[in-house]
């Protein structure tokens, strides 16, 4: 091989990883995370809507943000009518102590830590008293 196909080698395939790096980002960042970044935050709990304090809805969009999608968390509880809202998308709260929420109109779910899950629960309590949201205790 000479020296000027080595070199057209070597730059195409830095230029296909180049590419495919940037399509692995991209699904990344829109298929496979929340992404959640803007939209008023509302909590939905028994038929009734409770807006977010600018605060509050912050301090959730902080624990949404960019969560990765786990599919494979399916049987846990869920209820549209326990969920909290960010715009258009709204996230089922798992009732049953998985810390995990579902989006609603996609089948994807999403795992939280423990302190995240308390602070999403506390919410819950603030706004709607006691709740069917529990959380256990290992």
């Known amino acids: 091989m000479s020296r000027r196909t080595k070199i ?3 730059v195409t395939t830095l230029l296909i990883l180049l590419i495919l790096a940037l399509f692995a980002t991209y699904l990344i960042f829109t298929n496979f995370s929340t992404g959640i970044s803007s939209g008023e935050a ?3 709990y028994d038929g009734k809507d409770f807006p977010l304090t600018s605060e509050e809805a912050e301090q959730m969009k902080k624990i949404f943000r960019f969560k990765f999608y786990d599919f494979g968390i399916g049987g846990c ?3 549209e009518d326990i969920s909290i809202s960010f715009g258009d998308i709204v996230f089922a709260i798992a009732t049953d102590g998985c ?3 579902k989006e609603w ?5 999403i795992v939280f830590s423990r302190s995240e899950f308390e602070q999403i ?4 309590k ?3 008293g006691d709740t069917p949201i529990y959380l256990y205790c290992p």
């Open 105 to 109: 109109d996609a089948e994807r779910y």
């Open 77 to 79: 509880p869920y209820e």
């Open 126 to 128: 603030k706004y709607c």
């Open 121 to 124: 629960a506390a919410l819950f």
């Open 8 to 10: 057209i080698l070597i």
């Open 42 to 44: 509302v909590l939905h």
């Open 99 to 101: 810390y995990s929420a």
